[in-house]
């Protein structure tokens, strides 16, 4: 077992992270990602998305996909419960995991692809417009976060979870996409620098 790894990128340090909270080891094989790996023959059999993280068991199925990978993690090591427990918990974490990453992961991503000069040669076309929008989108997302954790101390409850990993990989990767942070936004940042303290937060 191994997990495809490329430590810059924001959604192998969900993986990473998630693994560090169930004090998981797993190795990890460094992969650069330039075109000329990603476009491998090798490398799209294993995700035809042509994206990191990749967890590739032993014999040889290959699962993509940051929280498709946490799942089964999840399954496999159900302590401490970081999808959340019980029926209405565990809709609750996928409630709010689904918001942090369709709503405010995703849009700093676009923001990043679209606008980054690095990311040229990967987003074809670049659409300046679509990234500032999408700063708006994040921005917008933030707020929502912002009163939620008025009255939470996690993201979707009183309990850590995946969705704070995705938030926190997302408030991170803010500042590789030039997104700057509100000053407004106390609530958010409280909970910032509660899960950012966590040792996984390093991982």
């Known amino acids: 077992m191994k997990i495809l790894d490329t430590t810059t990128a924001p959604n192998p340090r969900r993986v990473r992270i998630f693994l560090a909270e169930k004090g998981l080891s797993v190795p990890f094989e460094p992969f650069e990602m330039n075109m000329t790996n990603l476009r491998s023959e090798e490398f799209t059999a294993m995700n035809p998305m042509q994206r990191v993280p990749i967890l590739v068991l032993d014999d040889g199925t290959c699962i993509s996909e940051s929280v498709a990978i946490c799942r089964y993690f999840e399954e496999l090591h159900p302590e401490p ?116 303290a966590r040792p996984s937060a390093k991982a």
Request: aromatic share 10%.
């Open 81 to 196: 419960p970081l999808f959340g427990t019980g029926a209405l918990g565990k809709a609750l974490v996928e409630m709010w995991n689904r918001r942090m990453e369709l709503n405010f992961f995703t849009a700093v991503g676009q923001a990043f692809r679209h606008l980054h000069p690095n990311m040229r040669e990967r987003e074809v076309p670049q659409v300046a417009e679509w990234g500032e929008a999408n700063k708006a989108k994040c921005l917008g997302a933030l707020k929502i976060l912002d009163d939620q954790l008025a009255n939470t101390q996690y993201v979707a409850g009183e309990n850590y979870s995946i969705a704070d990993i995705t938030g926190l990989v997302a408030v991170d990767f803010m500042k590789v996409a030039r997104i700057d942070m509100p000053d407004t936004l106390s609530n958010v940042q409280r909970w910032y620098n509660e899960v950012s």
